[in-house]
């Protein structure tokens, strides 16, 4: 069964730094593309970031300059290295995958927590 499973979150004082990982239960060297989506209580789900096969990333404005996405096809394993944290990315981090395009995988979620 396909499965994406995230960890890494917890407890950051801002202006830390923390990194999420999501491990994918088979091969993602051919995922079309892969990336973190974050929601904060009360907010819809928004994009963080995005990497594809290729290793083309894309970031949202928020977090572009202070996030990096990453992916390592030989672990099957997706990454998102957060640095200069605020309170306001305070959120549950979800991992996302599109394996083909008729296909989406998402994760359970991971808590990401920055303290003032």
């Known amino acids: 069964q396909a499965r994406l499973v995230e960890s890494g979150g917890g407890l950051v004082q801002a202006g830390g730094s923390l990194k999420i990982s999501c491990a994918a239960s088979r091969s993602i060297s051919t995922f079309i593309v892969m990336g973190w989506y974050r929601q904060a209580p009360g907010k819809q789900r928004e994009l963080v970031a995005t990497?594809?096969?290729?290793?083309?990333?894309n970031y949202s404005d928020s977090v572009k300059g202070r996030f990096t996405i990453s992916r390592n096809n030989s672990e099957n394993t997706l990454y998102l290295q957060m640095n200069s944290l605020t309170p306001e990315d305070t959120a549950v981090y979800f991992c996302?995958?599109?394996?083909?395009?008729?296909?989406?995988?998402w994760g359970q979620g991971t808590q990401v927590t920055v303290s003032s």
């Open positions: 996302h995958a599109r394996p083909v395009p008729q296909s989406s995988w």
């Open positions: 990497i594809t096969a290729g290793g083309t990333t």
